[in-house]
């Protein structure tokens, strides 16, 4: 039996009513006086709990919009309350003159504009902390700033409009110009509103208040003030004391915006200085009357000069400028400098004019004459060595080693060094002066750190191959006259000047010592072979040159020497001939010197030291009386001394400072008629006697003239010698690219003329050495034979001894 089953309908509730069980407006009418307590500042005896549960239900309930727009309306209202009573009646009247109090109305304004700035912000932030779950909700949901934002926003729409910001601004720059004046300022009230400026922000904007609107004011007004403040001290102010003025400057510029204005406005304040104090007055500061660069270098003022330097590097016409006017100022000094080369030049054209006048008699040419001129070579020197450690000085601690102050520096004195064509020769006679014996009151490393000194000038001249001359003729003398101050010295030079210009430079001056040591084993041998055999009666001590390495000056003066000579000559020609094949020795008897015993009337003995030549002519008055004498024609006849040479030694025997020979009838002039006799009363306190002693004096004209000619001379062979080498290694070259590569490879020893490389060109294409191909444009080449032309040319150099001769 089936039973149906009952169905029993669910019983459908009534919906449930959704709305807030408070009312919105009492809330807000609650919340909205606690809001207008907390910025009051009388939000102590409120409940921090019941304000937020005000605005969370409001939220909650969809009253964020209203809990939004009435918070900003009672910010705003609050900020209005207080603009009126705190800032705007503070506002700076505007007529008063008084810097000082227009200072002081300015900064009671800022301190009210941060007075209210603080008190919103304050409120701001407990506000943020009572409606945080508002900023946390509804402000993302509305796509409106959060609280915190949109009292900032508030605070920009209210305070900082017109007219308060003109006021606020014009009170910032008034601090900053009073400051500039020099007077103190509150430096806490600026720094306190430019930290408001410096928060604030348009809304959806990056661009603070400081940068859009106070920034652009200051530089404004900075461009006014430099301009003319750089005119004004350029005018009143010497240079150092202008550059005191505008670093100073720099330097209040850089305080001001670390301590109170914003690090962004700095590199903007920077060039503004840079533009209007230093860029337009480079030129005015170099130059300035009595003050300028001249004025600092001369008066060693080393802080100044690096003060010049600190502001000059500021800007980028600044260094050029430096450097154009280090370059003129250090040309100008060598210009003053060489212009006692136009002094030697004048005294040497002048004793050679008074000797010409006064040929022959007594001493010819006023004796200091020489003297003077090379003292004033020697200074040349020394005053370009004082020049340049004086602007070493100033590079050194003035310009902080700048590479490219040092390059121009060198550049300057590589230009008026080499306008003086007679550099060459005044530091080889410098080098000379300080390496012969007897330098006084210098030690050896003295000594050696003056020539590390010249070294650097060296460096500088063009010519060297001229130097290469003087410096071999200079060396020379010193080594025969045996007046070097020490080997060790003279090496030293030696590879001082190998690390400057390689070693074919010094190859012929250390050929001259190696000929030294050479003579002195020779002389030993010599020695040791007379005493197995008979020696002659004078004691011979000879040097032995190649001639490929020594100079030789002049012309070979002929002189017939005396029996007694004679043999003692042919006695080491036979032992040294013995000891050689295939050499051929010739004589320099006018390089050599001797030492002669003579006894005269009061019965005392002197040793004179004589050249060679006035040794012979003594020789003749040996074994005449007292009373005796010998006449011009008989002198020149039994020696064979050509007239200039023995007119040279007559004068140095009878009519310089000791008179060995009597000249009658006496006088200053030697002629052809005079006739001579033995001075028996000569006296001098004196044991040693140096008579005629040359020593290195500046060339005159005709021996210039002659050093010029073989050094031109030198140079051909030079640049013969270059093209050849590179016409062998390259084959084929265009002529532009021969007379560059020329010009390269040469300029270490000189500076060759274009002009002359062609000429030499043209000589080795005549010689068959080169041909010249035309077809696309001038080429040269090697001839297939030129290589065995050129070694035939070389293999026929043989090697000449010359002898120089010291007699005992």
Same mark, same amino acid.
């Given at each position: 039996?089936?039973? +149906?089953?009952?169905?029993? #309908?669910?019983?459908?509730?009534?919906? !449930?009513?959704?709305? /807030?069980?408070? *009312? %919105? =407006? $009492?809330?807000?009418?609650?919340?909205?006086?606690?809001?207008?307590?907390?910025?009051?500042?009388?939000?102590?005896?409120?409940?921090?709990?019941?304000?937020?549960?005000?605005?969370?239900?409001?939220?909650?309930?969809?009253?964020?919009?209203?809990?939004?727009?009435?918070?900003?309306?009672?910010? +705003?209202?609050?900020?209005? #309350?207080?603009?009126?009573?705190?800032? !705007?009646?503070?506002? /700076?009247?505007? *007529? %008063? =003159? $008084?810097?000082?109090?227009?200072?002081?109305?300015?900064?009671?304004?800022?301190?009210?504009?941060?007075?209210?700035?603080?008190?919103?912000?304050?409120?701001?932030?407990?506000?943020?902390?009572?409606?945080?779950?508002?900023?946390?909700?509804?402000?993302?949901?509305?796509?409106?700033?959060?609280?915190?934002?949109?009292?900032?926003?508030?605070?920009?729409?209210?305070?900082?409009?017109?007219?308060?910001?003109?006021? %606020?601004?014009?009170?910032?720059?008034?601090?900053?110009?009073?400051?500039?004046?020099?007077?103190?300022?509150?430096?806490?009230?600026?720094?306190?509103?430019?930290?408001?400026?410096?928060?604030?922000?348009?809304?959806?904007?990056?661009?603070?208040?400081?940068?859009?609107?106070?920034?652009?004011?200051?530089?404004?007004?900075?461009?006014?003030?430099?301009?003319?403040?750089?005119?004004?001290?350029?005018?009143?102010?010497?240079?150092?004391?202008?550059?005191?003025?505008?670093?100073?400057?720099?330097?209040?510029?850089?305080?001001?915006?670390?301590?109170?204005?914003?690090?962004?406005?700095?590199?903007?304040?920077?060039?503004?200085?840079?533009?209007?104090?230093?860029?337009?007055?480079?030129?005015?500061?170099?130059?300035?009357?009595?003050?300028?660069?001249?004025?600092?270098?001369?008066?060693?003022?080393?802080?100044?000069?690096?003060?010049?330097?600190?502001?000059?590097?500021?800007?980028?016409?600044?260094?050029?400028?430096?450097?154009?006017?280090?370059?003129?100022?250090?040309?100008?000094?060598?210009?003053?400098?060489?212009?006692?080369?136009?002094?030697?030049?004048?005294?040497?054209?002048?004793?050679?004019?008074?000797?010409?006048?006064?040929?022959?008699?007594?001493?010819?040419?006023?004796?200091?004459?020489?003297?003077?001129?090379?003292?004033?070579?020697?200074?040349?020197?020394?005053?370009?060595?004082?020049?340049?450690?004086?602007?070493?000085?100033?590079?050194?601690?003035?310009?902080?080693?700048?590479?490219?102050?040092?390059?121009?520096?060198?550049?300057?004195?590589?230009?008026?060094?080499?306008?003086?064509?007679?550099?060459?020769?005044?530091?080889?006679?410098?080098?000379?002066?300080?390496?012969?014996?007897?330098?006084?009151?210098?030690?050896?490393?003295?000594?050696?750190?003056?020539?590390?000194?010249?070294?650097?000038?060296?460096?500088?001249?063009?010519?060297?191959?001229?130097?290469?001359?003087?410096?071999?003729?200079?060396?020379?003398?010193?080594?025969?006259?045996?007046?070097?101050?020490?080997?060790?010295?003279?090496?030293?030079?030696?590879?001082?000047?190998?690390?400057?210009?390689?070693?074919?430079?010094?190859?012929?001056?250390?050929?001259?010592?190696?000929?030294?040591?050479?003579?002195?084993?020779?002389?030993?041998?010599?020695?040791?072979?007379?005493?197995?055999?008979?020696?002659?009666?004078?004691?011979?001590?000879?040097?032995?040159?190649?001639?490929?390495?020594?100079?030789?000056?002049?012309?070979?003066?002929?002189?017939?020497?005396?029996?007694?000579?004679?043999?003692?000559?042919?006695?080491?020609?036979?032992?040294?001939?013995?000891?050689?094949?295939?050499?051929?020795?010739?004589?320099?008897?006018?390089?050599?010197?001797?030492?002669?015993?003579?006894?005269?009337?009061?019965?005392?003995?002197?040793?004179?030291?004589?050249?060679?030549?006035?040794?012979?002519?003594?020789?003749?008055?040996?074994?005449?009386?007292?009373?005796?004498?010998?006449?011009?024609?008989?002198?020149?006849?039994?020696?064979?001394?050509?007239?200039?040479?023995?007119?040279?030694?007559?004068?140095?025997?009878?009519?310089?400072?000791?008179?060995?020979?009597?000249?009658?009838?006496?006088?200053?002039?030697?002629?052809?008629?005079?006739?001579?006799?033995?001075?028996?009363?000569?006296?001098?306190?004196?044991?040693?006697?140096?008579?005629?002693?040359?020593?290195?004096?500046?060339?005159?004209?005709?021996?210039?003239?002659?050093?010029?000619?073989?050094?031109?001379?030198?140079?051909?062979?030079?640049?013969?010698?270059?093209?050849?080498?590179?016409?062998?290694?390259?084959?084929?070259?265009?002529?532009?690219?021969?007379?560059?590569?020329?010009?390269?490879?040469?300029?270490?020893?000189?500076?060759?003329?274009?002009?002359?490389?062609?000429?030499?060109?043209?000589?080795?294409?005549?010689?068959?050495?080169?041909?010249?191909?035309?077809?696309?444009?001038?080429?040269?080449?090697?001839?297939?034979?030129?290589?065995?032309?050129?070694?035939?040319?070389?293999?026929?150099?043989?090697?000449?001894?010359?002898?120089?001769?010291?007699?005992?």
């Amino acid at each position: 039996m089936s039973t +149906a089953r009952r169905i029993v #309908k669910p019983k459908i509730k009534a919906p !449930k009513k959704h709305g /807030p069980n408070i *009312s %919105i =407006d $009492d809330t807000w009418s609650k919340l909205s006086v606690n809001i207008a307590e907390i910025l009051n500042h009388r939000a102590e005896h409120l409940s921090f709990e019941e304000n937020h549960r005000y605005a969370y239900n409001m939220v909650l309930w969809k009253a964020g919009e209203t809990l939004y727009k009435g918070t900003c309306k009672l910010l +705003a209202e609050n900020l209005d #309350k207080l603009a009126e009573q705190d800032i !705007k009646s503070v506002f /700076p009247s505007g *007529s %008063i =003159d $008084d810097p000082i109090q227009r200072s002081q109305e300015g900064e009671t304004l800022l301190k009210a504009v941060r007075k209210v700035w603080d008190d919103h912000t304050t409120a701001l932030s407990r506000l943020r902390d009572v409606l945080r779950y508002m900023d946390r909700v509804y402000t993302k949901q509305a796509g409106v700033p959060e609280i915190w934002d949109a009292g900032l926003l508030i605070f920009l729409e209210h305070i900082i409009r017109p007219p308060f910001q003109d006021h %606020i601004i014009a009170a910032i720059l008034t601090q900053i110009q009073t400051e500039r004046d020099g007077y103190v300022i509150n430096r806490s009230a600026v720094k306190g509103c430019v930290d408001v400026l410096l928060t604030l922000k348009e809304r959806d904007s990056s661009v603070t208040i400081y940068k859009r609107d106070l920034e652009p004011a200051i530089l404004q007004e900075s461009e006014l003030f430099y301009k003319t403040e750089g005119e004004k001290l350029l005018e009143i102010s010497a240079a150092p004391e202008y550059l005191q003025r505008v670093e100073s400057r720099f330097d209040s510029e850089e305080s001001r915006t670390h301590h109170y204005l914003s690090s962004q406005t700095s590199a903007p304040l920077r060039r503004i200085l840079e533009n209007y104090l230093l860029s337009p007055h480079l030129y005015a500061i170099l130059h300035k009357l009595h003050s300028g660069l001249d004025f600092m270098i001369d008066g060693d003022k080393l802080e100044d000069l690096l003060r010049l330097y600190r502001l000059f590097v500021m800007v980028p016409e600044g260094l050029p400028s430096l450097k154009k006017a280090l370059r003129e100022s250090v040309i100008r000094r060598g210009k003053d400098i060489n212009a006692a080369g136009v002094t030697i030049e004048n005294m040497t054209q002048a004793a050679d004019d008074e000797g010409g006048k006064n040929k022959g008699k007594g001493k010819g040419r006023p004796p200091t004459s020489a003297v003077q001129t090379l003292q004033l070579a020697l200074k040349w020197v020394q005053d370009v060595l004082d020049l340049k450690d004086r602007f070493d000085s100033i590079w050194a601690k003035s310009f902080k080693s700048d590479r490219d102050v040092e390059a121009t520096l060198n550049e300057a004195f590589e230009t008026f060094i080499n306008l003086n064509g007679r550099s060459p020769e005044f530091i080889s006679l410098f080098i000379d002066d300080h390496l012969k014996k007897g330098m006084k009151g210098k030690s050896e490393n003295e000594v050696d750190a003056v020539l590390d000194k010249t070294i650097t000038v060296f460096r500088f001249i063009s010519d060297k191959d001229i130097f290469e001359t003087h410096y071999k003729k200079h060396l020379a003398k010193r080594l025969l006259q045996g007046r070097s101050i020490s080997d060790d010295a003279e090496r030293g030079m030696l590879a001082k000047l190998k690390v400057e210009c390689g070693t074919q430079f010094t190859q012929r001056m250390e050929g001259m010592f190696h000929d030294m040591r050479i003579s002195a084993d020779t002389m030993k041998a010599y020695h040791k072979h007379l005493a197995q055999t008979t020696a002659p009666d004078v004691e011979l001590s000879v040097i032995i040159q190649t001639s490929t390495f020594w100079p030789t000056s002049g012309s070979q003066t002929t002189c017939a020497f005396p029996e007694l000579l004679a043999k003692a000559t042919k006695s080491f020609e036979q032992f040294y001939l013995s000891r050689h094949t295939g050499r051929r020795l010739t004589w320099q008897k006018w390089l050599g010197n001797a030492d002669v015993r003579a006894t005269f009337k009061s019965g005392k003995t002197h040793e004179l030291n004589v050249s060679t030549l006035a040794m012979v002519i003594l020789l003749l008055f040996e074994d005449l009386d007292d009373s005796d004498f010998l006449t011009y024609e008989d002198i020149k006849s039994a020696t064979s001394i050509s007239d200039v040479e023995l007119q040279r030694q007559l004068q140095s025997l009878a009519c310089a400072k000791f008179k060995i020979l009597k000249k009658h009838p006496p006088g200053r002039e030697v002629s052809m008629n005079d006739s001579f006799s033995f001075n028996a009363d000569f006296s001098a306190p004196l044991f040693k006697i140096k008579i005629g002693t040359i020593a290195s004096k500046v060339e005159n004209a005709d021996e210039r003239k002659e050093t010029k000619n073989r050094v031109d001379e030198e140079r051909r062979y030079q640049m013969e010698a270059c093209i050849v080498r590179i016409m062998k290694d390259r084959k084929h070259m265009p002529h532009n690219d021969l007379v560059n590569e020329v010009t390269r490879q040469l300029t270490s020893r000189f500076l060759p003329n274009p002009l002359d490389i062609k000429k030499r060109i043209e000589g080795l294409i005549e010689r068959e050495y080169l041909e010249r191909w035309t077809i696309c444009h001038p080429l040269y080449s090697t001839f297939h034979s030129c290589q065995l032309i050129f070694c035939k040319v070389i293999s026929r150099r043989a090697k000449n001894r010359n002898l120089y001769i010291s007699y005992h």
